[in-house]
């Protein structure tokens, strides 16, 4: 990621397993699951961001299989819907599907927001 994080869904599978063994019968929410990556938009004002996709479709496939295994996962939520302030980096990291240009405040949707929509 921009943030040097390493990408690993199968830690969110082996936590949702580890919630239902330990808590059975909780339903369960994923919440602010996301990545940073550098994406700006191309010379068409389009924004193409295929490492977010991929981190995506990794995590939302791990949770449909800790469903299939028997978790009582609820729903699921990506971090974040639009590039914002993240308390640690300011405006540096981009996290968001949308991307906002902060001088002009034009919200762009990025391809991981049509892809998940």
Known sequence: TAMGWPVDPT??????MRFSREAPGLPLLVTE??????DAPDADGVVHDPERIA???AHLDATR?????????????LWS?????EWAY???KRFGIVRVDYDTQTRTPKSSAHWYS
């Not at 830690?11 to 949702?16: K, M, P, S, T």
């Not at 819907?81 to 302030?85: A, E, L, Q, V």
Request: charged share 15%; proline share 0%; net charge negative.
């Open 33 to 38: 699951n996301g990545a940073a990556y550098e």
């Open 65 to 77: 299989q800790a469903i299939t295994d028997g978790a009582d996962v609820r729903g699921y939520f």
């Open 90 to 92: 300011g405006y540096a």
């Open 11 to 16: 830690g969110l599978y082996d936590l949702l």
């Open 81 to 85: 819907f639009m590039d914002n302030f």
């Open 55 to 57: 981190y995506l479709h």
